[in-house]
């Protein structure tokens, strides 16, 4: 007589996944075999789970990946591109993280490197850390903004604080001159502390030029290179292959 309204105490608690837990017991007909003990553990275990899910569904909705739906066990290593199946694997258990280390890809268009970028912030995000996602050919455009807006301190200090910032599509297009000195400031805040994932289609040794002025592109790449993980991708675009358009002798 008492389980109706303690489901409805635990709802006013917000204690959802216990409620619910609770609900599911009462109407198990063999649930009376279990012990008090037994059957408590059941609902916090519960609870705990539902609150990690809905934890990480925050962080992910924060994040604003590019592909919300790119996750690890989604990874396709069967298509030839290079990739390093050990570093990855590596990678996803989450160390560099701890060691505040950076992750670096590099790759033609099509070879997947933003995929894999957002399934290493997801796999973060399950981590519990928290994550926030740049596309930087925007980044000068977007920055512009936020100066005009008088934000650009409290946006700096909160990227400082966020634990993966993943840049997207480094030096695809030319950086202002503030924009260079915006993301020298972002990483300055971040280097040592926090951890960077990097993708671009240019090759590493040709970011320097790609950054633009020599003074700042040095401090960058300090920042960004120096203790990096790198996967460089290789092959034909994923998505040439994905629309059947394989060369004949490529196929055979």
């Known amino acids: 007589m008492l389980h109706h309204p303690t489901v409805e105490r635990l709802h006013a608690l917000r204690l959802f996944g216990m409620a619910a837990a609770l609900a599911e017991q009462q109407s198990q007909v063999s649930i009376d075999q279990l012990g008090f003990e037994e059957?408590?553990?059941?609902?916090?275990?519960?609870?705990?789970?539902?609150?990690?899910?809905?934890?990480?569904?925050?962080?992910?909705?924060r994040a604003k990946l590019r592909f919300a739906d790119a996750v690890p066990e989604d990874i396709d290593y069967r298509t030839a591109r290079g990739l390093d199946r050990t570093l990855l694997a590596r990678l996803?258990?989450?160390?560099?993280?701890?060691?505040?280390?950076?992750?670096?890809?590099?790759?033609?268009t099509g070879l997947g490197k933003s995929w894999l970028a957002c399934a290493l912030a997801n796999q973060a995000c399950r981590h519990g850390y928290s994550v926030c996602y740049l596309r930087m050919p925007k980044f000068s455009e977007e920055m512009a903004i936020v100066h005009g807006s008088g934000r650009y301190a409290k946006l700096l200090a909160q990227w400082a604080k966020t634990d993966i910032l993943v840049l997207d599509d480094l030096a695809m297009t030319p950086m202002s001159d503030q924009a260079r000195?915006?993301?020298l400031e972002l990483l300055d805040?971040?280097?040592?502390?926090r951890s960077t994932i990097v993708t671009s289609q240019i090759p590493l040794d040709h970011w320097h030029d790609a950054i633009g002025d020599p003074t700042l592109a040095d401090a960058i790449l300090d920042r960004l290179v120096h203790n990096a993980h790198r996967l460089t991708l290789d092959g034909e675009s994923m998505r040439k292959r994905r629309n059947g358009l394989t060369d004949k002798h490529d196929s055979e």
């Open 39 to 61: 059957r408590l553990g059941l609902l916090v275990e519960r609870e705990s789970s539902e609150r990690q899910s809905r934890m990480f569904s925050a962080r992910l909705r």
């Open 92 to 108: 996803l258990t989450g160390e560099w993280i701890r060691e505040r280390q950076n992750v670096i890809l590099i790759g033609k």
């Open 181 to 183: 000195r915006d993301l």
């Open 189 to 193: 805040d971040r280097h040592g502390s």
